[in-house]
């Protein structure tokens, strides 16, 4: 029989990935706004840094640590920026992915969270969470160059880089409001739906009501994605934004049960009511151990 044993990659620290694209950066940013296309494509993917596997094991926190700023300005140099713009029409909400990318490439972390944040209000969460593999990162010229979806410009990545930025370093400010309406608008559920309707709709000046169910804002973003997934801070921080915008929250309130759907409107005087109440169960697997301690669905 074969001895033959099969290791493991070396898990790499993240100042080694720090220093390593600190070289990198250095030669590139001179010729920044000059890099060819083959010259961008030949830039390799930077690693996502993350707990030591040793230490992880052993505890709950996140498991990827986020790009350094070395790292983001390195794969945003990776970017093409193609005029067809691909990546965007694989964005759900259609970020203008190119240009946060070209501002984070010349370290404008400002200017690239900003134009996230035009068409997002949960650009931490997305950028952990949202499958971008199947989305923007799919469509992304340079993965297909490459053959290879996973050598894709990391768009997510970015996306959280610059929005962990922004708030690590004080800088977030809630939207612009528009003048009050003197409408009303009801949302049921504070999931990812409810919170992006709650946004969008206060941003052009109405009244808005958020109903949970739960005693806990953020729907499946904190009773279904794990911590090491998705801190619940950053969830927490995302719905803050929401109050400052003037958006009123009620928990422990079960819309149908506490009180009519129809009542909302008949009664209470909304104009409007948009339900996100969500799934409201995991999708199992069906397999032997799955219901054992410490599994986790």
Known sequence: MSSETTTSPRHRSLEELTAEARNLLAKLEPRRTSLTAKERLAIPPQEMPSQDPITRRGNMNEVALGYTAEQARVEAMRCLGCRNAPCVRGCPVRIRIPDFIAATA???????????????????VCGRVCPQETQCQKECTVGRSLKNVDKAVMIGRLERFVADWERENGLQKPPAVKPETGRKVAVV????????????????GHAVTMFEALHKTGGVMVYGIPEF????????????????????????????????????????GYNAVFVGSGAGLPKFMEIEGENLVGVFS
């Open 229 to 268: 997934r998705l801190p619940k801070k950053i969830v927490e921080n995302e719905i803050s934004i929401l109050s400052a915008m003037g958006v009123k929250i009620v928990t422990d309130f079960v819309v149908g049960r506490t009180r009519p759907l129809m009542d909302l409107m008949k009664k209470d």
């Open 106 to 124: 010349a370290g404008d972390f400002a200017s690239a969270i900003r134009i996230i944040k035009e068409n997002s209000l949960l650009p931490a």
């Open 189 to 204: 559920g504070s999931g990812p739906a409810g919170i992006t309707c709650a946004a969008d709709v206060r941003r052009e």
